[in-house]
T-cell receptor
Framework: NAGVMQNPRHLVRRRGQEARLRCSPMKGHSHVYWYRQLPEEGLKFMVYLQKENIIDESGMPKERFSAEFPKEGPSILRIQQVVRGDSAAYFC??????????FGEGSRLTVL | AQSVTQPDIHITVSEGASLELRCNYSYGATPYLFWYVQSPGQGLQLLLKYFSGDTLVQGIKGFEAEFKRSQSSFNLRKPSVHWSDAAEYFCAVGPSGGGADGLTFGKGTHLIIQP
């Protein structure tokens, strides 16, 4: 049973470009969470999704950031018009309904 | 609002010595508490969790943690550390397994092992 798969593992973008980060949850998991980790910081909750629904996006910046978890395919975290402050590690976690979180290895975004 | 404090940013321990990493939390209801370990460039691995029952919980890799409600603490311990334990350790609090708001993490404690 494969774990939570995130890609790309590393992504470099120039300011103003778009970043797309993908997360495939563990088999049988219907809940996906995205967290952001800034250097020297812990993980900050961004958004919680179930299939085709955003349940809680209270941690998402109001502009430029969006997330989806379509009926088919991986969850996508999209950052438009990236700025240097978006450089961070973005972690996805999945869980079965009401269950323990399992984390992916993260996607590290560098904005030049 | 829930919060987690890990007062030690860095801790250095000699190989074979005992270890205690501190964690204090603030949570409005009965907390669910977790310790995760993160090796450089890697994701988070769950070491142990406390939901209810026995306040001393055993985890993987020889780690244990004790929940003390009166002190709002959930400190992580290991009797004898190995060089491979060098990593970043995160304490987290939240509803069982995550829930609607996910987990709230502390800022982490960086563990350095001296030979």
């Amino acid at each position: 049973n494969a774990g939570v798969m995130q890609n790309p593992r590393h992504l470099v973008r120039r300011r103003g470009q778009e970043a797309r980060l993908r997360c495939s949850p563990m088999k049988g998991h219907s809940h996906v969470y995205w967290y952001r980790q800034l250097p020297e910081e812990g993980l900050k909750f961004m958004v919680y999704l179930q299939k085709e629904n955003i349940i809680d996006e209270s941690g998402m910046p109001k502009e430029r950031f969006s997330a989806e978890f379509p009926k088919e395919g991986p969850s996508i975290l999209r950052i438009q018009q990236v700025v240097r402050g978006d450089s961070a590690a973005y972690f996805c976690a999945s869980s079965p309904a009401g269950g323990e979180l399992f984390f992916g290895e993260g996607s590290r975004l560098t904005v030049l | 609002a829930q919060s987690v404090t890990q007062p030690d940013i860095h801790i250095t321990v000699s190989e074979g010595a005992s270890l205690e990493l501190r964690c204090n939390y603030s949570y409005g209801a009965t907390p669910y508490l977790f310790w995760y370990v993160q090796s450089p460039g890697q994701g988070l691995q769950l070491l142990l969790k406390y939901f209810s029952g026995d306040t001393l919980v055993q985890g993987i890799k020889g780690f244990e943690a004790e929940f003390k409600r009166s002190q709002s603490s959930f400190n992580l311990r290991k009797p004898s550390v190995h060089w491979s334990d060098a990593a970043e350790y995160f304490c987290a609090v939240g509803p069982s397994g995550g829930g609607a708001d996910g987990l709230t993490f502390g800022k982490g404690t960086h563990l350095i092992i001296q030979p």
